[in-house]
């Protein structure tokens, strides 16, 4: 078993940054996989951001080149920077954990958190 917890979201104004971590704790073995997703009220929940146990990376477009994953395998946490931050934005985020998911396209994580609250004002 494997547990999420998220921090870091809140309320931003438009162009603003915010960090968002995520603090894995269990069978940390079965998390070769993370990543981050988010859904807005009255919309399909979408992958923003995951990254493998080897580092390989998937941005979805509508954030590349101003979200940011990474991660620190030493202390099992993961990371999501977002600058340039748009209303568009505006979503619960959550953290997601599993085994190979984020290589296959049709697959999903194993493990989610509770989510964290993002909201950008214009």
């Known amino acids: 078993q494997v547990q999420l917890v998220e921090s870091g979201g809140g309320s931003v104004q438009a162009g603003g940054s915010l960090g968002l971590s995520c603090t894995a704790s269990g069978d940390t073995s079965s998390t070769y996989c993370m990543g981050w997703f988010r859904q807005a009220p009255g919309k399909e929940r979408e992958r923003v951001a995951s990254i493998s146990a080897r580092d390989y990376t998937y941005y979805a477009d509508s954030v590349k080149g101003r979200f940011t994953i990474s991660k620190d395998n030493a202390k099992n946490i993961l990371l999501l920077q977002m600058t340039s931050l748009k209303p568009e934005d505006t979503a619960m985020y959550y953290c997601?954990?599993?085994?190979?998911?984020?290589?296959?396209?049709?697959?999903?994580?194993?493990?989610w958190g509770q989510g964290t609250q993002v909201t950008v004002s214009s």
């Open positions: 997601a954990a599993g085994s190979r998911w984020c290589l296959l396209t049709n697959s999903q994580p194993s493990y």
